[in-house]
């Protein structure tokens, strides 16, 4: 089946600092992957939609300079935390999605950020 | 660490039809467990949630009671429109953990 790999699941770091995130299709072309953000016992909340080749569209209240999404090729995207704090520290997770129309979602395994 | 099994799929249907999507989980402690819903062309929904046991998330007609003694959050519905044609996820999430999701099942109602 379609797998998506998020890498890495944990990652470190220090205030001030930028984090990069990938999302990568391993054995399909993803047309569309989005990224979510998500707190303890919460759900899930949409940051941004990026299709391949073009801006990300975020949602609001989602800061576009902050939460940096890059989908340069179809099976890759990347979300890059920049001079992050401590209040970023969060499990942020990619899905991926083939196609249009009826194409399901395919879930990473997400990413803990821990911001010291 | 934290699972979540669901019931494989594609489930067809016809209109009115009783639905049951089976989800069961493994997890330490007390997580809160979620019923999403992608339909077709757009991005995820958070269609349901339960935070505790035997409490029951609702919505649009759809159920899903959280039984800690059968470690299960089968979503129901009584009458299923096609309009519910949609691919399902299970998902659970506590503290300690990350959220983890069931593959999905692609549910097709028929007319």
């Known amino acids: 089946g379609a797998v998506v790999s998020q890498h890495p699941s944990r990652v470190i770091c220090k205030s001030g600092t930028s984090v990069k995130i990938e999302c990568r299709s391993l054995d399909f072309q993803a047309t569309t992957m989005f990224w979510y953000r998500q707190f303890p016992k919460q759900s899930l909340m949409l940051m941004a939609t990026s299709n391949e080749g073009s801006k990300a569209t975020y949602e609001q209240g989602v800061e576009k300079d902050k939460f940096l999404i890059n989908h340069a090729s179809l099976t890759l995207s990347t979300l890059t935390v920049t001079s992050a704090h401590p209040e970023d520290s969060s499990f942020y997770i990619c899905s991926a999605r083939a196609g249009t129309g009826n194409s399901p979602l395919h879930f990473g395994n997400g990413t803990r950020l821990t911001v010291t | 660490g934290n699972s979540v099994t669901q019931m494989e799929g594609p489930v067809t249907l016809s209109e009115e039809a009783f639905l049951t999507i089976n989800c069961t989980y493994t997890?330490?402690?007390?997580?809160?467990l979620f019923w999403y819903v992608q339909y077709p062309g757009e991005g995820l929904q958070l269609l349901l949630k339960a935070t505790k046991a035997d409490d029951k998330g609702s919505n649009k007609g759809f159920e899903a009671t959280y039984r800690k003694e059968t470690t299960s959050f089968h979503l129901e519905k009584g009458s299923v429109q096609v309009s519910d044609s949609a691919v399902y996820f299970c998902a659970l999430s506590d503290l300690m953990n990350d959220m983890r999701f069931g593959a999905g099942t692609r549910l097709t109602v028929k007319p």
């Open positions: 997890a330490t402690g007390y997580p809160s």
